[in-house]
């Protein structure tokens, strides 16, 4: 927590495009793989994407064909493409890295995190 920083979250209507983007301010990233997670009002954390240091992607069903995670190693920086959203991907989006070996969907695994970007979406 507090280690990555997220932006590019905002309002959006259904149907449109946001793109969020992580860094790690006066850090490198490391070759651990990167995810993005996101949590909705009175909702527990959820699994959204997960990117390797060699770009193999995993995404939630629930995400997989509108979203899509991609990372520059070299910038230290990973994406996150979300196309058609729904008013249920509304949530703060957060940015974590993996320091575990898991599944790359639990949430456990991951020990740094930002403070996440809010994404709202409008019916």
């Known amino acids: 927590q507090g280690q990555l920083l997220e932006s590019g979250g905002g309002l959006v209507q259904a149907g449109g495009s946001l793109r969020l983007s992580c860094v790690a301010p006066?850090?490198?990233?490391?070759?651990?793989?990167m995810g993005w997670f996101r949590q909705a009002p009175g909702k527990e954390r959820e699994f959204v994407a997960a990117?390797?240091?060699?770009?193999?992607?995993t995404y939630a069903d629930s995400v997989k064909g509108r979203f899509t995670v991609s990372r520059d190693n070299d910038k230290s920086m990973i994406w996150l493409q979300m196309n058609n959203l729904k008013p249920e991907d509304t949530a703060v989006y957060y940015c974590?890295?993996?320091?575990?070996?898991?599944?790359?969907?639990?949430?456990?695994?991951?020990?740094?995190w930002g403070p996440g970007t809010q994404v709202t979406v409008s019916s």
């Open positions: 974590a890295e993996k320091l575990k070996s898991a599944s790359d969907s639990y949430p456990a695994a991951y020990y740094f």
């Open positions: 006066g850090r490198t990233f490391t070759t651990n793989t």
């Open positions: 990117i390797s240091w060699y770009s193999t992607e």
